[in-house]
C-alpha cells in the first residue's frame, strides 16, 4: 500500500506542474514554403500552433515578407523560406480614422487565465509610429486596454524589430476562460493629434507598413474539477501513509 500511495502521489505532483505551469494557447509564426504559400493566406493565416483566427479589417491590405532582415525577429527559424512575417499596409490617410484600421486575433482561452499577449514589431520608416492594443470579451466590442496592462506601443524606429512586445491581461475580468476573447492591434494618433512616422526624418504614409511576427498567446492552464480530485485523493493518501 505504502508504494501505491507514494505512486500516486508522484503522478499527482507530476500533474500539478502540468497543470498550473504557464504555456502557449496559440502562436502565429506565419511561416510557409514561400511568400505566397503561408498557410492560410495574407487576409486569413492560420495559426501555427493551438487554435484561433487572424483577419485584417478597416481596409488595411497585407503580404508576406522575410522575417529575418533587419535584426530578425525571435522566431528561431533563421532563413526565409521559411521564416516569414506578415506584412500590413494601406493605413488610413493622415488626421482620418484613428484606430479604425489593423489586425484582428480571435483566440478562445477556455481553461485557461492569467492572459498574455505577445508579438514582434517591425515598422517601415513612413508606417504609424503609435500602436494601441485593444482587446474584447465578446468578439464585438474592442476596450482599450489601458496603459498598465501594455496598451499604447511606441514603435520609435523605422527597418528595426521591436522584439517581445507583450500586452499582459491577466488583471481584466472577463478575459480568462472565455470562448470569445479577442484582441486587435490598431494605428493610433501620436501626442501630436495625428499620426507620427516611426522614424522621426520621415513622414507619415498610407503605404507604411508594419511587420508582424511570433504572435503568441500564454495563460495559465485551469485544472479540471477531476484534476483537482485527484490531486486532493492523492495529498489525503500521502498524508495517512505517513
Known amino acids: 500500500m505504502r508504494a501505491i500511495a507514494l505512486i500516486v502521489a508522484a503522478s499527482a505532483s507530476s500533474l500539478a506542474l502540468a497543470d498550473f505551469n504557464p504555456g502557449t494557447l496559440t502562436q502565429w509564426d506565419f511561416n510557409g514554403s514561400s511568400a505566397t504559400t503561408v498557410p492560410g493566406g495574407t487576409g486569413t493565416p492560420m ?10 479589417f478597416g481596409g488595411v491590405t497585407a503580404s508576406f515578407a522575410s522575417g529575418i532582415v533587419d535584426g530578425g525577429s525571435s522566431d528561431p527559424v ?28 480571435n483566440v478562445s482561452t477556455v481553461g485557461w487565465d492569467k492572459i498574455v499577449v505577445n508579438w514582434d514589431q517591425r515598422n517601415s520608416n513612413t508606417a504609424s509610429r503609435f500602436v494601441k492594443f485593444l482587446y474584447s470579451l465578446d468578439g464585438v466590442s474592442f476596450t482599450d486596454a489601458g496603459l498598465a496592462s501594455g496598451g ?30 479577442a484582441f486587435r492591434m490598431v494605428s493610433t494618433f501620436g501626442p501630436t493629434g495625428a499620426y507620427m512616422p516611426s522614424n522621426p526624418t520621415s513622414t507619415y ?26 490531486l486532493g ?10
Open 47 to 56: 495559426a501555427s500552433f493551438g487554435a484561433g483566427s487572424a483577419s485584417l
Open 233 to 242: 485523493l492523492a495529498g489525503f493518501a500521502a498524508r495517512r501513509r505517513r
Open 152 to 181: 499604447i506601443f511606441d514603435i520609435s524606429a523605422g527597418i528595426t524589430w521591436f522584439n517581445g512586445l507583450s500586452a499582459n491581461l491577466s488583471a481584466i475580468a472577463g478575459v480568462a476562460n472565455n470562448a470569445n476573447f
Open 205 to 230: 504614409g498610407t503605404s507604411g507598413t508594419w511587420r508582424l511576427d511570433m504572435v503568441t498567446i500564454n495563460g495559465n492552464f485551469i485544472p479540471a474539477p477531476g484534476a483537482l480530485a485527484l
Open 78 to 105: 533563421n532563413t526565409s523560406p521559411p521564416n516569414y512575417a506578415w506584412n500590413i499596409t494601406t493605413f488610413p490617410a493622415q488626421g482620418a480614422g484613428d484606430q479604425t484600421r489593423g489586425v484582428q486575433f
